[in-house]
């Protein structure tokens, strides 16, 4: 499996592969579980190497690191996936 920021950097520079509609699935702490996001609503600022802006509904924007992309969709089709979070048991 070749590493998400891999993945995303060949979405962004490769025109031909690039032109797809994408979907991102990370895992959100907060809300305990996957949220699902058109690539357009993701952005990748120069020189950041861990992260990446998560945009919402309402304009609002925060960092998502890399380490909790769960699975990317190109087209409607899973391309890439690692394995799901289990949530831990609160105390």
């Not at 809300?31 to 600022?45: D, F, H, K, N, S």
């Not at 992309?69 to 949530?87: F, H, M, N, Q």
């Amino acid at each position: 499996m070749i590493p998400i920021r891999e993945l995303l950097a060949r979405i962004r520079w490769d025109p031909e592969f690039g032109a797809a509609r994408f979907d991102i699935a990370y895992f959100d702490r907060r809300a305990r579980r996957l949220v699902r996001l058109p690539l357009e609503r993701i952005a990748m600022r120069a020189g950041e190497r861990f992260a990446f802006e998560a945009i919402e509904d309402d304009g609002s924007a925060h960092s998502v690191p890399y380490h909790r992309v769960r699975a990317v969709w190109r087209d409607g089709t899973l391309i890439w996936s690692r394995a799901p979070v289990r949530p831990r048991a609160r105390r």
